[in-house]
Antibody, heavy 119, light 107 residues
């Protein structure tokens, strides 16, 4: 069974940093592109970042470029999102999601971790 | 960036109704479109990908169609468990983008 479990969310002050993790199991993690998608409270879905299976290709939304860094450790079946210079508008539930065979479509999602940026 | 516009944003329907949601892209995206269902407090669930391919385990009352710039998600006979918010998403090019969502509520 495919499982994605996010952790690392919490309350952080504006300008602060946070590192999210996503532990993957039930599939060959090293074969899949992975994504982070976020959802602000009461709002729609926003794609944040993608990383290819070997980390060769990385993409970011303009809203986080230069502040967030996506990475992965295939030996540990883990995906990460380092978030720096956090802003109030980064407040959201952050989902880790598996890409459907490199199509840009996400077929499995974690339960999400809430990041709140507030003073 | 490719903008996706869903219509309607809100839909009130009864059990058994046929429901259609439209997603329009600001430029052609071939068939690189997916549909997701999200219930309150839960992660989105993939329903349809490549515009018309039903994800494994998704009931056959869900169907998708379209290509280029106009796409539809149809629920042939609305069931109680289908009341949720639906999102389209394009994967033609980065940045990946989502529609604003369509909330389907009980009439």
């Amino acid at each position: 069974e495919v499982q994605l479990v996010e952790s690392g969310g919490g309350l952080v002050k504006p300008g602060g940093s946070l590192r999210l993790s996503c532990a993957a199991s039930g599939f060959t993690f090293s074969s899949y592109t992975m994504n982070w998608v976020r959802q602000a409270p009461g709002k729609g879905l926003e794609w944040v970042s993608s990383i290819s299976s070997s980390s060769s290709y990385i993409h970011y939304a303009d809203s986080v470029k230069g502040r967030f860094t996506i990475s992965r450790d295939n030996a540990k079946n883990s995906l990460y999102l380092q978030m720096n210079s956090l802003r109030a508008e980064d407040t959201a539930v952050y989902y880790c999601a598996r890409d459907l065979s490199g199509t840009g479509t996400t077929d499995y999602w974690g339960q999400g971790t809430l990041v709140t940026v507030s003073s | 960036d490719i903008q996706l516009t869903q219509s309607p944003s809100f839909l009130s329907a009864s059990v058994g109704d046929r429901v259609t949601i439209t997603c329009r892209a600001s430029q052609g995206i071939s068939s690189y479109l997916a549909w997701y269902q999200q219930k309150p407090g839960k992660a989105p669930k993939l329903l349809i990908y490549a515009a018309s391919t039903l994800q494994s385990g998704v009931p056959s009352r869900f169907s998708g169609s379209g290509s280029g710039t106009e796409f539809t998600l149809t629920i042939s006979s609305l069931q109680p468990e289908d009341f949720a918010t639906y999102y389209c998403q394009q994967s033609n090019s980065y940045p990946l983008t989502f529609g604003q969502g369509t909330k389907v509520e009980i009439k």
